[in-house]
């Protein structure tokens, strides 16, 4: 897995080196702003956990720059630094598929865990439609780094005191277990819609899937979990304004 991001980053560095020759027209636009949105999680943990999906806040600061448009694409590269709300939130079923019940309380047992990032994707990102008014299509991808700072347990039982007994699943270690590595690190690709409106900025719309390469639970033989990576839906708003722009574009 960790090959795979070698070749994301060197993938990336070759599209910063060819927009650098400016083989298109040329551009030199600079924007800045800031992003909000809703991040729905989990984790794909070996042994297996029977999950929802986690949900969260994100939200940062955004920066793009646009170097050249080849032909009918819009060539840039973009990126963020974020603050987000990820984890993971079991479905705690019996063999029937029903809530499992907890013996001393009498309610059924409810379990999830929410870990705080700080997130840095940085795209390559390829556009196709208006630049300075009206709409645009875009399409962007390329690797995301996250650092822990924080996390919360919500359980509404007494480890010691769970339902064992009718539980389906019933790999638990990871209720106990912090996590163990703070640097997260995996691919991020996005699709969305941006209007842009002259002299007030750019609307962008977009939707974005994150899959981890990295674990965040120690997984060597001796380890009880092999995998443990994250899985992210992020749905999310984006406002930029031009600092540098083109002229006579």
């Not at 080196?17 to 984790?43: C, D, H, K, P, W």
């Not at 990102?125 to 875009?138: C, H, M, N, S, T």
């Amino acid at each position: 897995m960790r090959n795979r991001l070698v070749i994301l980053l060197a993938l990336l560095l070759t599209f910063t080196v060819r927009m650098t020759a400016q083989i298109g027209e040329y551009r030199n636009n600079f924007s800045v702003g800031f992003n909000g949105g809703y991040v729905l999680s989990n984790v794909g943990f070996t042994p297996s956990v029977t999950q929802g999906l986690h949900g969260g806040i994100t939200g940062g600061i955004s920066a793009r720059y646009v170097s050249e448009k080849y032909f009918s694409t819009i060539c840039a590269l973009y990126g963020e630094v974020n603050f987000a709300q990820l984890g993971w939130k079991e479905n705690i079923l019996d063999r029937n598929d029903q809530p499992v019940i907890n013996a001393v309380t009498g309610i059924r047992e409810e379990y999830s865990r929410t870990a705080n990032y700080v997130q840095i994707p940085l795209f390559a990102r390829l556009g196709w439609g208006r630049e300075q008014k009206g709409a645009q299509f875009f399409f962007q991808v390329g690797p995301q780094f996250g650092f822990l700072l924080s996390e919360s347990t919500k359980m509404n039982f007494k480890f010691e005191e769970r339902n064992q007994k009718d539980r389906i699943n019933e790999t638990c270690a990871q209720d106990t277990m912090s996590i163990q590595h703070r640097f997260d690190y995996g691919i991020a690709g996005g699709l969305g819609l941006e209007y842009s409106i002259p002299k007030v900025g750019h609307f962008i719309l977009e939707g974005r899937y994150y899959y981890g390469l990295g674990n965040i639970f120690a997984d060597s033989k001796r380890d009880y979990f092999s995998k443990s990576n994250y899985g992210n839906i992020v749905i999310k708003l984006t406002y930029l304004f031009d600092i540098i722009k083109t002229k006579n574009l």
